[in-house]
């Protein structure tokens, strides 16, 4: 008997014609949005001041400019660290890098990494759905079980550790080597190769995965010490090889959205471009190699001042964010953890603190910055504080390049900047405020004293190194 016959039946003809016609009706399924292609452009010490949609006269970023003209651009953005490993481990987890332990650079010979106990972004994603790529420099431990697969990459192509990261020529043993998931394909790496090597994998990646959301953590290698750039580039910007670098940096993020808008997926991808910390001042054969620029702010990489810490971020995504906008208020990468998981549905780890917040509203609407107070941590010490346009320095480094690099001073007493009227940290107000001294001072003790670290790196052993 057909099973529309049964029903007929069962329930008699008036009844039957009820029941028939809704479940022969069409069905309505709501149309959700899908979750969006979450893409992060990481660069390795490119400065505030480094590209010309932030004020630089001498180099070309053509591609980048564009991005921030369709899309956002923040003009007090954080790294939560000056260096490398620091940086990385509080992007990935959310959270300031003396929660992890990962307070200083770690070097190739150390037995540590980022714990396996902490949540990654790509683990957060991975539980959503997303397919998850890292390509370029990792720098959160070099032992297998510390690399990406162990952090919720799906996939890994790049190096482990900074391109100065090599025993010294004499000895003969490279440590600077690209790797394909665990395999080595290049020993030693070509340094100027990288950002094109990068590039092309990166875009082998969004078409290969778009048909499904995916997490595409780009972490490139430049404009890091030894700095270079390919054939294509090198010798072509104003500012020398440093500006090749970044020119070429610029070409690689056309060659990202170039790729999306081919897929057709432009539309549905969150793009973000950053940096990882401040600029390098200068380098090579004695030091005549000219670096970044983190103009108009103060210090470099290395310094909790603005330079070392503030850097560019572009945020594009047709059709959702607006179009050349440009947006004040602190924001941190700690920010993108959190803004991207939820974006993506899910939900921020309940069982830890979270210091990055969702910073959506901020880039669509010019919402408020959901950061009141930020802490300036450099090799596990808290440097110093800002709450609102004030920020107080505990601690400090030297600021320009004449100053010899020196560990923390203390500074004695503390020096209050008003960073609305003062970006470049050259005129101290604690004299004439001493209220808001005692009461960063104050608050950031506290704070300092509430991190506790799930683990503790042994101190750095000192071998025959070159770059550190």
Request: proline share 7%; charged share 20%; hydrophobic share 40%.
């Amino acid at each position: 008997m057909r099973p529309e016959s049964l029903l007929r039946r069962l329930c008699g003809k008036t009844l039957f014609a009820a029941v028939f016609a809704v479940l022969a009706a069409p069905v309505l399924v709501s149309a959700a949005e899908p979750p969006p292609n979450l893409i992060i452009i990481l660069t390795d010490d490119l400065g505030y001041g480094d590209l010309a949609v932030y004020g630089n006269a001498t180099t070309r970023t053509p591609r980048l400019d564009q991005m921030a003209a369709e899309g956002v651009r923040l003009t007090e953005f954080y790294s939560a660290a000056p260096t490398c490993t620091p940086a990385r481990a509080a992007l990935l987890t959310g959270r300031y890098p003396k929660r992890s332990g990962l307070v200083r650079v770690l070097s190739p010979w150390e037995r540590a990494g980022l714990p396996l106990s902490e949540i990654t972004l790509a683990e957060a994603l991975k539980q959503q759905g997303y397919a998850t790529a890292c390509i370029g420099k990792w720098h959160l431990g070099g032992l297998k079980r510390f690399r990406p697969d162990r952090h919720g990459f799906d996939q890994f192509f790049g190096v482990l550790f900074s391109n100065d990261m090599t025993l010294m020529p004499i000895l003969k043993v490279p440590r600077f080597e690209l790797f394909d998931g665990n395999r080595v394909v290049e020993s030693p790496a070509r340094n100027r190769m990288l950002t094109q090597t990068y590039t092309h994998e990166a875009v082998r990646f969004i078409r290969n995965n778009r048909s499904q959301p995916f997490f595409l953590y780009l972490a490139h290698s430049m404009p890091h010490k030894p700095v270079a750039a390919s054939s294509e580039f090198r010798g072509k910007s104003a500012h020398g090889v440093y500006g090749d670098a970044v020119e070429e940096l610029d070409w690689s993020a056309g060659q990202i959205i170039d790729a999306l808008r081919q897929a057709g997926i432009d539309r549905q991808t969150l793009v973000v471009f950053t940096s990882d910390n401040g600029p390098w001042a200068y380098g090579g054969f004695k030091k005549k190699v000219k670096g970044g620029s983190a103009e108009p702010l103060r210090g470099w990489k290395g310094t909790t001042w603005e330079g070392g810490m503030r850097v560019p971020m572009i945020a594009w995504w047709p059709g959702r964010l607006p179009q050349g906008a440009v947006r004040g208020g602190i924001a941190t990468t700690m920010d993108l953890f959190t803004t991207f998981i939820e974006l993506a549905g899910g939900q921020v780890p309940s069982d830890r603190v979270i210091d990055g917040k969702n910073i959506l509203a901020l880039l669509e609407d010019d919402g408020p910055s959901p950061h009141q107070t930020l802490f300036y941590y450099h090799r596990g010490r808290l440097f110093a504080v800002r709450q609102g346009d004030w920020k107080l320095h505990l601690f400090k480094r030297q600021a320009t390049p004449g100053e010899k690099l020196q560990d923390a001073v203390r500074c004695d007493p503390p020096e209050l900047y008003n960073l609305a009227e003062d970006a470049a940290e050259s005129g101290n107000r604690a004299a004439g405020q001493p209220q808001i001294v005692a009461r960063l001072t104050a608050l950031a003790k506290e704070f300092d004293a509430s991190v506790e670290p799930v683990m503790k790196l042994p101190p750095r052993t000192r071998l025959l190194l070159r770059g550190f």
